[in-house]
């Protein structure tokens, strides 16, 4: 299975940012690899049944279906070295889980908190900017919107959307 359509809601999900957008050819080979993977994923001696979607040519969410058997740390940290592999054979990386990401036009961008910060404060983020939460664990997440969700409506708005002024 090479997408998430047949998993539950409980599904635990990872989602993996790259630094850029990949191209068709990358995609394809990405998710061969992919395939190759999923249908080789153990965890415990039991086949973990799992999904994957690219999103936005920009992410990669992968989820696993744990309401039969839980995915133990070991087949975990098979899923992290796995995917770094296949991203460095495609000719691409992955981002850093500090970035913020984000929605402009038809442009995921990519900036450190520091410059996303200032970004806000100079007003070129509005509340109905989209903006990605890349720590979602679930797939009812995903699914009910919780992954892309509007700045005013998301965590970073609290985090880093300018403080009023205290009054004197």
């Known amino acids: 299975m090479n997408n998430l359509q047949q998993l539950p809601d409980t599904a635990r999900v990872w989602v993996f940012p790259f ?3 990949l191209t068709a ?10 395939n190759t ?9 039991a086949r973990v049944r799992g999904g994957f979607e690219v999103c936005e040519e ?27 592999e296949m991203v460095s054979q495609v000719g691409s990386s992955l981002s850093d889980n500090t ?9 995921v961008r990519e900036m450190d908190r520091p410059t996303f ?5 100079a007003g070129n983020v509005t509340a109905e900017t989209i903006v990605y939460d890349n720590s ?13 969700i509007p700045f005013a ?7 880093f959307a300018p403080r009023a002024k205290a009054q004197s």
Do not use: P
């Open 37 to 45: 993977f999923l249908s080789q994923w153990m965890s415990h001696g």
């Open 117 to 121: 910060r200032k970004y806000v404060q």
């Open 99 to 107: 970035q913020i990401f984000f929605r402009e036009g038809n442009t």
């Open 58 to 84: 920009r992410f990669l969410v992968v989820a696993a279906d744990t309401s039969l058997d839980d995915v133990s740390g070991c087949s975990i940290d098979g899923l992290f070295r796995s995917v770094a």
């Open 19 to 21: 630094r850029e957008t």
């Open 153 to 159: 409506s998301s965590w970073h708005a609290t985090h």
């Open 136 to 148: 979602v664990v679930s797939l009812a997440e995903v699914r009910k919107g919780k992954w892309q």
């Open 25 to 34: 050819s990358q995609m394809q080979t990405f998710s061969q690899a992919m």
